[in-house]
């Protein structure tokens, strides 16, 4: 069992920057592949980034490559996800999920964390 609880989230100017993170419980950390999902009002859960469990791979949404960037301290049982030139079409509830590979499907994660709001005012 995994608990995720992210954090990080909040209001910010188009153009700035944030820093999500995922903090988990349990010592099966390292074993997991993490995910960020984000979801606006009226739209599907997306794919946002994810990594593997050694953090030597990531992956990226094409509308967020070059401006987001995925990283994870197996130490610290904890997945950041840095966001820059932010636009206000990122406004969503952002997740982060634990699975067993890194995939771009929401199927693929077994555990899920609460959601934290970004909101990018233009």
Do not use: H
């Not at 990080?8 to 700035?16: D, F, R, S």
């Not at 999902?37 to 859960?45: S, Y």
């Not at 499907?105 to 233009?122: H, L, N, P």
């Amino acid at each position: 069992q995994v608990q995720l609880v992210e954090s990080g989230g909040g209001l910010v100017q188009a153009g700035g920057s944030l820093r999500l993170s995922c903090a988990a419980s349990g010592r099966t950390f390292n074993t997991y592949a993490m995910g960020w999902f984000r979801q606006a009002p009226g739209k599907e859960r997306e794919f946002v980034a994810a990594i593997s469990w050694s953090g030597r791979s990531t992956y990226y949404a094409d509308s967020v490559k070059g401006r987001f960037t995925i990283s994870r301290d197996n130490a610290k049982n904890t997945v950041y996800l840095q966001m820059n030139s932010l636009k206000p079409e990122d406004t969503a509830v952002y997740y982060c999920a634990a699975g067993r590979t890194p995939a771009t499907m929401r199927i693929a994660y077994d555990y899920w964390g609460q959601g934290t709001q970004v909101t990018v005012s233009s």
